[in-house]
């Protein structure tokens, strides 16, 4: 079992339309987890972070985690082309310092 | 805020030389650097957490002799990878923790893209 698993995709979304990105954990005692977005050819840049169980929201994103199934999850109102890109779940777990533990991406295509 | 950069941009370069990448945290004091590499198609595989004036921890199965880091200072962290391989062309990026934020979040930089003839 990999420690941070998302479904590669791709998961292509009609513009407007409502984008859920799924991530699950191996680590039950992991603290911080992390939503990045990629470019192709860029480095990733942060969407946003959550480590209490519940939403989050930040504009048109938000995050939900849930830690009694180790699941996390990113959800994208309103999706623009813009947000074609691949999103990387990434994931502090215990004892791990300040190490992240990236997924390999959902690549999502939002289409016209 | 929050902003580091990366020098150079991109670096073609024969096998068996030597290749320095820069990494600077712009606007504030990085606690921890980290450097990663990606291949195309592939997630982000951590190599070596750095952390100013002690000697960077690197990750299982990465060559500390081949992979070379200093970090200099709270601002600077720098990546070598020496008699560099076609084998080594992949993309590499460091990402710096800004000092005194709770959750410590790794703010990336715009990477480093390594080819090797």
């Known amino acids: 079992q990999k420690e941070v698993e998302q479904n590669s995709g791709p998961l292509s979304v009609p513009e407007g339309a409502i984008a859920s990105l799924n991530c699950t954990y191996s680590?039950?005692?992991?603290?911080?987890f992390f939503w990045y977005r990629q470019y192709s050819g860029k480095s990733p840049e942060l969407i946003m972070f959550?480590?209490?169980?519940g939403d989050k929201e930040d504009g048109r994103f938000t995050a939900q985690l849930n830690k009694a199934s180790q699941y996390v999850s990113l959800l994208i109102r309103d999706s623009q082309p813009s947000d074609s890109a691949t999103y990387l779940c990434?994931?502090?777990?215990?004892?791990?310092?300040?190490?992240?533990?990236f997924g390999t991406g959902t690549q999502l295509k939002v289409e016209l | 805020g929050a902003v580091v950069s990366q020098h150079p941009s991109r670096v073609i370069c024969k096998s068996g030389t030597s290749v320095k990448i820069e990494c600077r945290s712009l606007?504030?004091?990085?606690?921890?650097m980290f450097w990663y590499r990606q291949f195309p198609k592939q997630s982000l595989m951590l190599m070596a957490t750095?952390?100013?004036?002690?000697?960077?921890?690197?990750e299982q199965g990465v060559e500390k002799d081949k992979f070379l880091i200093n970090h200099a200072s709270l601002t600077l962290s720098t990546l070598t990878v020496t008699s560099a391989h076609p084998e080594d062309s992949s993309f590499y990026i460091c990402?710096?923790?800004?000092?005194?934020?709770?959750?410590?979040?790794?703010?990336f930089g715009p990477g480093t893209r390594l080819l090797v003839l």
């Open positions: 990402s710096a923790t800004l000092a005194g934020e709770v959750q410590e979040t790794q703010y």
């Open positions: 680590d039950r005692g992991s603290q911080s």
């Open positions: 959550i480590y209490s169980n």
């Open positions: 990434a994931v502090k777990k215990t004892g791990g310092g300040n190490k992240l533990t």
């Open positions: 606007d504030f004091q990085a606690t921890t």
């Open positions: 750095s952390n100013e004036g002690s000697k960077a921890t690197y």
